[in-house]
């Protein structure tokens, strides 16, 4: 007899309108006038940020901000300084500025955010691969809470589906469909591992990608300089490049938006799974999680031995995806 | 190129205990933050049972009938398939009471208690899913969260392998740009 799971945190769905491109011409950002000169660690990546951008012949930048519809806006982001060096004021304007852009290019209210690590708390998660059943609700409440392309289509969650007997996921399949679990196979959901050692950190020549204190490695999608070089240093194959501008569509989109996380993208930058920065850091469970009908994802704080993702390190029987790459990801797989 | 066969994810074993703290030691962050107001809520089944309450809407005026036979007229959808020792209705339901499970020593407990029915047998499980390790808790992982007895997934009389239909796959064959 067929079960009625419980499904939470399921997308909207109000009615929709014409899906305008988002993005624009900030995606190739130079970084031209930075005033500041305190610290220096980042006078020194946006040195070679800006060497690097010349190195690609990327010079053009006043001429594709003219290009762009909402030059006003998009030219403050051209000339932001990196994150970290951002005071309260700056930051708070930089916010506003980007909850009016979406307010003006899709007419929908959204709050951006920076919720901030907490002290004590390194984030870590935990999936079941005895009770994932492969129905991928993950993957697009994923989606549905992080505001990605809905056309191209963009997913951080991928659920590999492999033979039981040999466990090989490199001889893996990502396009099943019909009735799950299909006999004799197992599925495992695939996202950023938010790795300890993470190899896309040092890759990134401008510094547009770093790992926070609570272990999130997260993007700033102002500053990425679109190269890609972390997405080929990664080796569970997480991060995402926006080819084509993406787009979504209003009635679609999350109002509830971080600036690290989930605010929407412009063309041309990286994005990937950041543990749902802007839920976990406000003391909820991740999209993903929410959403697995069969229970099978479980996260906490690595730091709390009474949490459940310290109980499962320390009574089940755990693995992580390809530990020889010494990635140490805080993301684990574990049997029943 | 086609990502998944190109990069190795070769799954290798973590060991336990000792990998992770070994990891926590590197990790550099600080003391723990007590979880504070940490609570759990079962979710109700009871709104969800459309027979239920089943004495007033049916077992007051038409006791339920104790004899082991095959359901044809009444309740005809369930046919028990669970544990040979299960071998009828009234093992688990309080046949003089039907607005209640029963337990194995006869004690009486509400249809929103499935766990405490089911941790009978299955200690481990039903361990497990105190702790969180198995089941579904959704909510605040720092405090109030709701969680979800057994019989929101399993089905109590056939519990058998859970089924569902996978949502579409991805449209793009290569992955990279999305």
């Not at chain 1, 549905?144 to 809905?150: K, W």
């Not at chain 1, 926070?212 to 990664?234: F, K, L, S």
């Amino acid at each position: 007899m067929a079960r009625h799971l419980p499904v939470v945190g399921s997308g909207n769905s109000r009615a929709d309108s014409s899906p305008p491109p988002i993005g624009g011409a900030h995606s190739q950002p130079t970084p031209a006038i930075v005033a500041d000169v305190e610290v220096e660690a980042f006078e020194r990546a946006q040195a070679t940020r800006r060497e690097f951008l010349q190195s690609l012949g990327v010079a053009a930048a006043g001429a594709a901000v003219a290009s762009s519809g909402c030059a006003d806006v998009t030219w403050e982001s051209f000339f932001q300084k990196h994150y970290k060096k951002l005071d309260v004021r700056e930051k708070r304007d930089i916010l506003r500025r980007i909850e009016q852009e979406t307010k003006a290019r899709y007419g929908v209210e959204v709050g951006v955010g920076d919720p901030r690590a907490l002290p004590g708390v390194e984030f870590g998660y935990a999936l079941n691969l005895t009770t994932c059943t492969g129905c991928r609700q993950c993957e697009y409440a994923c989606a549905a809470e992080n505001n990605t392309s809905r056309d191209p289509e963009m997913h951080y969650i991928r659920v590999l589906e492999m033979e039981a007997s040999s466990f090989d996921v490199e001889r893996s399949e990502h396009h099943y469909e019909g009735e799950v679990p299909q006999p004799g196979k197992f599925y495992m959901p695939v996202q950023c591992h938010q790795c300890r050692n993470p190899p896309c950190v040092s890759a990134c020549p401008v510094e547009a990608t770093w790992q926070e204190p609570d272990g999130i490695v997260v993007v700033d999608y102002n500053w990425c300089i679109g190269c890609r070089y972390c997405q080929a240093a990664c080796p569970y194959d997480a991060r995402r490049f926006n080819f084509a501008e993406p787009s979504i569509r209003p009635s679609e989109i999350n109002p509830e938006q971080g600036y690290l996380s989930n605010r929407i993208r412009p063309v041309g930058v990286v994005e990937k799974c950041h543990f749902c920065l802007h839920r976990v850091r406000t003391g909820r469970y991740p999209a993903c999680l929410e959403a697995c009908p069969v229970g099978a994802r479980k996260f906490g704080n690595l730091l709390d031995p009474e949490s459940e993702v310290r109980r499962i390190l320390e009574t089940k029987r755990v693995y992580v995806l390809k530990e020889e790459a010494g990635t140490h990801p805080r993301f684990y797989y574990y049997f029943d | 190129m086609h990502r998944t066969h190109s990069i190795a994810l070769a799954l290798c074993i973590v060991g336990s205990l000792a990998a992770c703290r070994h990891e926590h030691d590197t990790s550099g962050s600080d003391a723990a933050a007590p979880r504070v107001n940490r609570s759990v809520e079962i979710v109700a089944r009871t709104p969800h049972l459309p027979n239920y309450p089943c004495a007033e809407q049916c077992h007051s005026k038409r006791p339920p009938n104790p004899r082991q036979r095959v359901l044809t007229e009444l309740h005809a959808r369930i046919r028990l398939d669970h544990a040979p020792v299960i071998r009828w209705c009234d093992f688990c339901h309080a046949i003089d009471d039907p607005n209640h499970l029963r337990l194995i020593d006869g004690r009486r407990i509400s249809f929103d208690e499935s766990h405490r029915l089911c941790g009978q047998c299955h200690g481990e499980k039903a361990g497990d899913w105190r702790r969180n390790m198995h089941g579904l808790e959704t909510g605040r992982w720092d405090g109030a969260a709701l969680r979800r007895t057994c019989t929101a997934c399993h089905d109590p009389h056939a519990p058998g392998q859970i089924t569902l239909e996978a949502l579409p796959p991805p449209r793009a064959r290569t992955h990279g740009g999305g």
